[in-house]
């Protein structure tokens, strides 16, 4: 995959300010990358829903799942890689997640930002995102009921322009609404959900530690 071109403003990203693209610009694996995301802030939205751009989330020094996979995808983008996200959506009562995807020999992985432990970084060692998305089910979960329903096609960001994710000023409603719009496959065959067993409690409580209070 070629580099993209490089922009007047910054190393790579055409619109990033030139000290935004560089700090993205030293993150050469997905390893770092995640180690950059982590160090974000969670954001709470305490003031209501978001969904900011790249330049907004590390203005703020903070973002939440899909703000998280923006700057992850971006700095995929700078170090020569397609900036790929995909949605996971959730059932009635529970909220989608997005993530970054990346791919070394053949094999998805993911990049996550999340609150919760379990949620968070998959090595690339699945076979297609139907697998990718399963490494997630046992743990997405909402008090004790599995809610992971679908998964959707790899949406490349490089359809989009970049104004609308990298340096738009408010909530992303373009490219928020292209993910929830994309194609969606279901994880479930038809009347498998009445067969799901609840979590047991011991994992009811793991998946009370969060990294940060709410």
Same mark, same amino acid.
């Given at each position: 995959?070629?580099?993209?071109?490089?922009?007047?403003?910054?190393?790579?990203?055409?619109?990033?300010? @030139?000290?935004?693209?560089? $700090?993205?610009?030293?993150?050469?694996?997905?390893?770092?990358?995640?180690?950059?995301?982590?160090?974000? %802030?969670?954001?709470?939205?305490?003031?209501?829903?978001?969904?900011?751009?790249?330049?907004? #989330?590390? %203005?703020h020094g903070e973002a939440h799942c899909v703000e998280g996979a923006f700057v992850a995808?971006?700095?995929?983008?700078?170090?020569?890689?397609?900036?790929?996200?995909?949605?996971?959506?959730?059932?009635?009562? /529970?909220?989608?997640?997005? *993530?970054?995807?990346?791919? $070394?020999?053949?094999?998805?992985?993911?990049?996550?930002?999340?609150?919760?432990? !379990?949620?968070?970084? %998959?090595?690339?060692?699945? %076979?297609?995102?139907?697998?990718?998305?399963?490494?997630? !089910?046992?743990?997405? *979960?909402?008090?004790?009921?599995?809610?992971?329903?679908?998964?959707?096609?790899?949406? /490349?960001?490089? @359809?989009?322009?970049?104004?609308?994710?990298?340096?738009?000023?408010? !909530?992303?409603?373009?490219?928020?609404?292209?993910?929830?719009?994309?194609?969606?496959? #279901?994880?479930?065959?038809?009347?498998?959900?009445?067969?799901?067993?609840?979590?047991?409690?011991?994992?009811?409580?793991?998946?009370?530690?969060?990294?940060?209070?709410?």
């Amino acid at each position: 995959m070629p580099r993209p071109a490089s922009a007047t403003s910054g190393p790579g990203l055409p619109g990033l300010e @030139r000290r935004v693209a560089a $700090r993205l610009a030293g993150l050469k694996t997905p390893d770092r990358i995640q180690d950059f995301v982590n160090a974000l %802030r969670w954001n709470a939205e305490p003031a209501g829903p978001t969904a900011r751009s790249v330049a907004e #989330s590390l %203005r703020h020094g903070e973002a939440h799942c899909v703000e998280g996979a923006f700057v992850a995808a971006a700095a995929l983008w700078i170090a020569g890689e397609p900036p790929l996200v995909m949605d996971m959506g959730a059932a009635r009562g /529970d909220v989608d997640h997005v *993530v970054a995807l990346f791919r $070394r020999g053949g094999a998805w992985g993911a990049i996550s930002k999340s609150n919760s432990p !379990f949620l968070r970084y %998959r090595d690339p060692i699945y %076979r297609s995102l139907r697998e990718l998305c399963l490494s997630y !089910f046992p743990q997405y *979960v909402k008090k004790r009921r599995k809610t992971l329903r679908t998964y959707s096609v790899a949406v /490349d960001l490089r @359809r989009y322009d970049p104004a609308l994710w990298l340096t738009h000023p408010g !909530f992303c409603h373009k490219v928020i609404d292209a993910l929830t719009g994309a194609r969606h496959f #279901s994880i479930l065959a038809p009347g498998a959900e009445k067969h799901l067993r609840p979590i047991d409690e011991i994992e009811a409580r793991s998946n009370l530690l969060k990294e940060y209070e709410m």
